[in-house]
């Protein structure tokens, strides 16, 4: 499993709509201008990385705001608290792999402005059970509007709670080639809320591209889902206050586990 590479798409997805949440609005009061906004993903085997930086206008093209340096910040698991480094710019980091580990609960604290800042998430449990009915997609060579629903393929796996997942379907080609032209506009790589489902059903619409794709099946919790509805519903002509669980601040400090698989999409001989 190549966690650092899904690892890197997620901060990619997760900026996207965050963007929102760093932009100043006019309609609202000093307080809310003035918060930090928290980035970070916590995932076992990785490093801790919190990224803290401030709002920006809603004109600043930007995906960040300035970096906010100079913070002390530390991360607990209830029975450990370790101090946090920048190791960059507004970045704040701890090198210990076993820090974060499944089943625990971290709470992450520094004081920005006088007033601290807080946020706290559990680890979800890994994904159990994730399949694919094979390996390989095949795209049908004209696209029918009339099977437009068929079930080609499926992704399944274990939920009997209706817990929270989240697919990544992650384009590996250097030069993806589009699958049709009117579809060119979408990006190759693309993820899916599956809405406490145990199954994603695949049909000839589901992939804007051919290639070699990573489908990551990703157990998260509440405030990443509530994060990802709130991008699909907001835009810059009608924002609204982002979805957060950082206290005295915006963003997001959340945790997950994944299980990776392999498909090919192609076109059906």
Same mark, same amino acid.
């Given at each position: 499993?190549?966690?650092?590479?899904?690892?890197?798409?997620i901060?990619?997805l997760?900026?996207?709509?965050l963007?929102?949440?760093?932009?100043?609005?006019?309609s609202?009061?000093?307080?809310?201008?003035n918060?930090?906004?928290?980035?970070?993903?916590?995932?076992?085997?990785?490093?801790?990385?919190?990224?803290?930086?401030t709002?920006?206008?809603?004109?600043?093209?930007?995906?960040?705001?300035?970096?906010?340096?100079?913070?002390?910040?530390?991360?607990?698991?209830?029975?450990?608290?370790?101090?946090?480094t920048?190791?960059a710019?507004?970045?704040?980091?701890?090198?210990?792999?076993?820090?974060?580990?499944?089943g625990?609960?971290?709470?992450?604290?520094?004081t920005?402005?006088?007033?601290?800042?807080?946020?706290?998430?559990?680890?979800?449990?890994?994904?159990?059970?994730?399949?694919?009915?094979?390996s390989?997609?095949?795209?049908?060579?004209t696209?029918?509007?009339?099977?437009a629903?068929?079930?080609?393929?499926?992704?399944?796996?274990?939920?009997?709670?209706s817990?929270?997942?989240?697919?990544l379907?992650?384009?590996?080609d250097?030069?993806?080639?589009?699958?049709?032209?009117?579809? $060119? &506009?979408?990006?190759? *790589?693309? @993820?899916?809320? #599956?809405?406490?489902a145990?199954i994603y +059903?695949?049909?000839?619409?589901? !992939?804007?591209?051919y290639?070699?794709?990573?489908?990551?099946?990703?157990?998260?919790?509440?405030?990443?889902i509530?994060?990802l509805? $709130? &991008?699909?519903?907001g *835009?810059? @002509?009608?924002? #609204?206050?982002?979805?957060?669980n950082? +206290?005295?601040?915006?963003?997001? !400090?959340?945790?997950?586990?994944?299980?990776?698989?392999?498909?090919?999409?192609?076109?059906?001989?």
């Open positions: 499993m190549e966690i650092k590479t899904y690892f890197r798409y901060i990619i997760a900026s996207g709509f963007m929102l949440a760093s932009c100043k609005k006019n609202v009061g000093l307080d809310y201008i918060k930090p906004v928290v980035e970070a993903f916590l995932v076992p085997g990785q490093p801790l990385s919190v990224k803290v930086y709002q920006k206008d809603l004109a600043d093209t930007a995906v960040y705001g300035a970096a906010l340096t100079g913070l002390n910040l530390s991360v607990s698991d209830g029975s450990k608290s370790v101090q946090l920048e190791s710019s507004g970045v704040y980091t701890n090198a210990d792999l076993a820090f974060i580990t499944s625990k609960s971290y709470t992450l604290q520094f920005y402005d006088n007033v601290v800042v807080s946020a706290s998430t559990t680890m979800p449990g890994k994904p159990v059970g994730f399949k694919l009915t094979d390989v997609f095949y795209v049908p060579v696209i029918d509007p009339a099977y629903t068929k079930v080609l393929a499926t992704a399944t796996w274990t939920n009997p709670d817990l929270n997942y989240v697919l379907f992650k384009n590996t250097s030069d993806p080639f589009n699958i049709i032209t009117v579809r $060119s &506009n979408n990006k190759p *790589s693309f @993820q899916v809320n #599956t809405e406490g145990a +059903n695949m049909t000839q619409s589901s !992939f804007n591209y290639g070699h794709y990573q489908v990551i099946l990703l157990r998260v919790n509440d405030e990443y509530n994060l509805k $709130s &991008n699909s519903r *835009s810059s @002509q009608n924002l #609204t206050n982002p979805p957060t950082v +206290n005295n601040g915006l963003g997001i !400090f959340t945790a997950m586990q994944s299980d990776t698989l392999a498909l090919r999409v192609t076109l059906k001989q």
